[in-house]
T-cell receptor
Framework: NAGVMQNPRHLVRRRGQEARLRCSPMKGHSHVYWYRQLPEEGLKFMVY????????ESGMPKERFSAEFPKEGPSILRIQQVVRGDSAAYFC???????????FGPGTRLTVT | DQQVKQNSPSLSVQEGRISILNCDYT??????FLWYKKYPAEGPTFLISISSIKDKNEDGRFTVFLNKSAKHLSLHIVPSQPGDSAVYFC????????????FGGGTRLMVKP
């Protein structure tokens, strides 16, 4: 049973470009959470999605960030017009039925130059 | 406003001895607590969890203790092994708020052979 998959593992973008991060949850999991980890800090919640629905986006910056989890395909976290402060590790986690135990992917390390 | 705090950024322990990692929280609505282990450049790995209706949960070498009145939990690792060297994150969730995880800042555990 494959774990949570994220790609790309590393992403370099210049300021002003767009970043797209993908997450495929574990088989049988329909709930996806995105977290961001800044250097030397803990993980911070960004958004919680179920298939075709955003359940809670209270942790998302109000501008430039969006997320989706379509009926088919992976969940996508999109960052438009990236800035240096967006450089971080972005982790996706999934759970069955929204339970508290979440299983994390390996993360995408975004570097904005 | 940090709702989950790990006040020790690092801990060094001799192999075979007990490691005790501590975590404090402020939000009384949290009803589930988890510990994750994280290696560099990898995603957090779920270790052990505890519901707020319990005060202890044990799994092999790992035991988590919860003191609700003090809003404090701890992770005990006995005996500690060099392979346990990693960053440990405490996390908490509120079942009525979608179960997104609120993380502490992490404690780096070093187990010396």
């Amino acid at each position: 049973n494959a774990g949570v998959m994220q790609n790309p593992r590393h992403l370099v973008r210049r300021r002003g470009q767009e970043a797209r991060l993908r997450c495929s949850p574990m088989k049988g999991h329909s709930h996806v959470y995105w977290y961001r980890q800044l250097p030397e800090e803990g993980l911070k919640f960004m958004v919680y999605l179920q298939k075709e629905n955003i359940i809670d986006e209270s942790g998302m910056p109000k501008e430039r960030f969006s997320a989706e989890f379509p009926k088919e395909g992976p969940s996508i976290l999109r960052i438009q017009q990236v800035v240096r402060g967006d450089s971080a590790a972005y982790f996706c986690a999934s759970s069955p039925a929204g339970g508290p135990e979440q299983y994390f992917g390996p993360g995408t390390r975004l570097t904005v130059t | 406003d940090q709702q989950v705090k790990q006040n020790s950024p690092s801990l060094s322990v001799q192999e075979g001895r007990i490691s005790i990692l501590n975590c404090d929280y402020t939000n009384s609505m949290f009803d589930y607590f988890l510990w994750y282990k994280k290696y560099p450049a990898e995603g957090p790995t779920f270790l052990i969890s505890i519901s707020s209706i319990k005060d202890k949960n044990e799994d092999g070498r790992f035991t988590v203790f919860l003191n609700k009145s003090a809003k404090h939990l701890s992770l005990h690792i006995v005996p500690s092994q060099p392979g346990d060297s990693a960053v440990y994150f405490c996390a908490a969730s509120d079942n009525n708020a979608g179960n997104m995880l609120t993380f502490g800042g992490g404690t780096r555990l070093m187990v010396k052979p």
